[in-house]
Nanobody, 125 residues
Framework: VQLQASGGGLVQAGGFLRLSCAAS????????TAWFRQVPGKEREFVAV????????DFAGSVKGRFTLSRDNTKNTVYLQMNSLKPEDTAVYYC???????????????????WGQGTLVTVSS
């Protein structure tokens, strides 16, 4: 499975961006797709997850109510809509996928075998 993340950029606080994660290769519609983010010197942090093809979604507390997930199965793409962006949302955002992750570990970066290359989001104050 290959993942291609895109959509990052520079935006002012209060603005919005939509990130895309396009999957190719032997991906399944029941796979779990997640977003993580990372700033220099810190560990990769969970942001949001489409668990098992979207049967459930979950968000980190810091983004709940501001970020949403959607998917286009015809394009094998998952979207992370980020609204009301804050400077603390600044990070490199990664999408990740797994066919085998279980619910209790879907928040851990180590649970995901497939990763996109990352896309930088910068929110200015």
């Amino acid at each position: 499975v290959q993942l291609q993340a895109s959509g990052g950029g520079l935006v002012q606080a209060g603005g919005f961006l939509r990130l895309s994660c396009a999957a190719s290769g032997r991906s399944s519609r029941t796979s779990t797709t997640a977003w993580f983010r990372q700033v220099p010197g810190k560990e990769r942090e969970f942001v949001a997850v489409f668990f098992r093809g979207g049967s459930t979604t979950d968000f980190a507390g810091s983004v709940k109510g501001r970020f949403t997930l959607s998917r286009d199965n015809t394009k094998n793409t998952v979207y992370l809509q980020m609204n009301s962006l804050k400077p603390e949302d600044t990070a490199v955002y990664y999408c990740a996928a797994s066919e085998t992750v279980i619910s209790s570990t879907k928040y851990r970066a180590s649970s995901y075998a497939y990763w996109g290359q990352g896309t930088l989001v910068t929110v200015s104050s």
